[in-house]
């Protein structure tokens, strides 16, 4: 059985598709514990945390040229840094 790979964008595409993964910053809106109004009445608070989605996609060189372009000018004001290390189960 022979696997073929394609891009994702351009399923014609074939030939030189490599796996790709990336991470979307964005925020989460998370529901916290109820605060007591001076009526006697609770509501739960809400606040804005910072998460990130990851995503692979299958590219060809042209896809993962538009994608470089249009990533351009975040990358030109970003500072280049390590991974992010994977976060640790807290005890109980």
């Known amino acids: 059985m022979k ?3 394609y891009d994702d964008l351009d399923p ?3 030939g ?3 796996l790709h993964t990336f991470a979307v910053p964005g925020m989460e809106v998370r529901a916290g514990a ?3 109004d001076e009526d006697g009445s609770s509501e739960f608070e809400t606040r804005l945390v910072p998460s990130v989605q990851y995503y692979q996609i299958e ?3 042209d896809s993962l040229n538009k994608l ?3 990533l ?3 990358i030109a004001a970003a500072k ?3 991974p992010p290390k994977g976060r640790r189960a807290r005890a109980k």
């Open 16 to 18: 030189d598709v490599h």
């Open 34 to 36: 109820a605060k007591s």
């Open 68 to 70: 470089h372009d249009a």
């Open 3 to 5: 696997v073929e790979a």
């Open 59 to 61: 590219l060809g060189p």
């Open 12 to 14: 014609t595409v074939t």
């Open 80 to 82: 280049e840094c390590e």
């Open 72 to 74: 351009n000018p975040f």
